[in-house]
């Protein structure tokens, strides 16, 4: 296992919705998130608008990789996350709206909620009671404390505990 130089996340939590919301119609839309593949990652490149290379995070075979996409319409990736299994914990690498959902004019809000409550998910089923970490760019700590209930713990470093977990994933997987 290779380790590089770890990257700060920055992804924007827009609202907490109970699946994704169209921002147009307010229609909301039941997602589904499954393995991120190799076909994927030829849609979801820097040419694309997508600022990660995802074929790399997919190539280390340390890392899932996931996609959330709306029920029955599973070629358009509304969202990419990539996590890595620790010792007690789950850690979120990378977290990625696609770019028509980012900005003032993104199509829907939700999608980076959803993807975290999905990493909470993963802690819970692992018997890691939803802990969640990740490293996160200075200027969103407050706000990742605000939308997430994560915990800033030093640094950069940030932790989603059971009970902020527990919120999450009621809130997007009702099972």
Known sequence: MKKGKEILLDFFVDRLTNSIQNTISGD???????????????????????????????????NEVYKLTIVNNPDIIQGVL????????????????APFNIGQNKLYEGVAGNLVAYACKLSFQYGFDGFVVFTAKTKLIAHYETSLGATHIGGHRMIIETHAARFLVEKYFKT
């Open 82 to 97: 990539s996590v890595r299994k620790e010792r007690d914990h789950i850690f979120m690498n990378l977290l990625e709206n």
């Open 28 to 62: 909301s839309f039941s997602t589904e998130v499954s393995r991120f593949t190799l076909k994927d990652s030829k849609r979801t490149t820097k040419k694309n608008g997508w600022n990660f290379n995802w074929k790399v995070e997919l190539n280390d075979d340390v």
